[in-house]
């Protein structure tokens, strides 16, 4: 069964960055390492689900001309609302995934530190929608911790392990650390010194 709604407004309860985004230097680098795995300068659309407080969607904002955020937790949405409130071209919704989903298309999605979070019936339907969503040139970005949540029903090795195997797309950028994955899966594979003609 997938984590539910409750477990994360009392995660937020009373704490406004209960993960310590802010904080951590782990978690500023990984945002960084995030945003540099990407392989294009700009994205005329972005998805983040799973937004939490915002600060990633704070760093993937000036980098798109739409970026649409959203979480299951009302206080998390809250947050994240405060967070993008100079980004006139972002919005955040409070959803629950997957039931609800954004008919796209999006150039970039980004599942970062969710679908753990998800059982296999709900992390399946998820990626039908992420496929359906995605620009025929779109991109898929993940990123997971790799130690077992404990509540959670899946690890970071299944959840990219799955992706790998159903996206049926070129994963063209890799960073595998002790502690996370990270991985960018792209419709069109040419890679960036192609793109810019240097190959």
């Known amino acids: 069964m997938s984590v539910s709604t409750p477990y994360f407004d009392e995660l937020f309860a009373g704490n406004d960055d ?15 390492l995030t945003l540099a ?42 947050l994240a609302k405060t967070r993008l409130v ?7 919704q409070q959803w629950r995934l997957p039931e609800q989903w954004p008919a796209g298309p999006f150039d970039l999605i980004v599942l970062s530190e969710l679908c753990y979070y998800l059982d296999a019936n709900d992390f399946n339907r998820l990626i039908d929608l992420a496929l359906a969503s995605l620009s ?13 949540i404990e509540g959670c029903p899946q690890n970071a090795e299944q959840i990219h392990a799955l992706l790998q195997q159903r996206l049926e ?7 595998h650390e002790h502690d996370f994955l990270l991985d960018l899966w792209s419709r069109d594979g040419t890679s960036v010194a192609t793109l810019e003609g240097l190959r």
């Open 136 to 148: 025929d040139d779109g991109q898929l970005l993940a990123c997971h911790w790799r130690p077992t």
């Open 169 to 175: 797309m070129p994963r063209v950028a890799s960073l």
């Open 86 to 92: 100079g980004f006139t071209h972002a919005q955040v």
């Open 37 to 78: 795995l990407l392989t294009r300068p700009r994205y005329a659309s972005v998805f983040e689900p799973g937004c939490a407080n915002g600060e990633l969607s704070a760093e993937l904002a000036p980098r798109c001309d739409r970026l649409l955020c959203c979480d299951t937790a009302s206080a998390a949405v809250s």
């Open 18 to 32: 209960p993960w310590a985004f802010r904080q951590r230097w782990y978690e500023r680098r990984k945002r960084a």
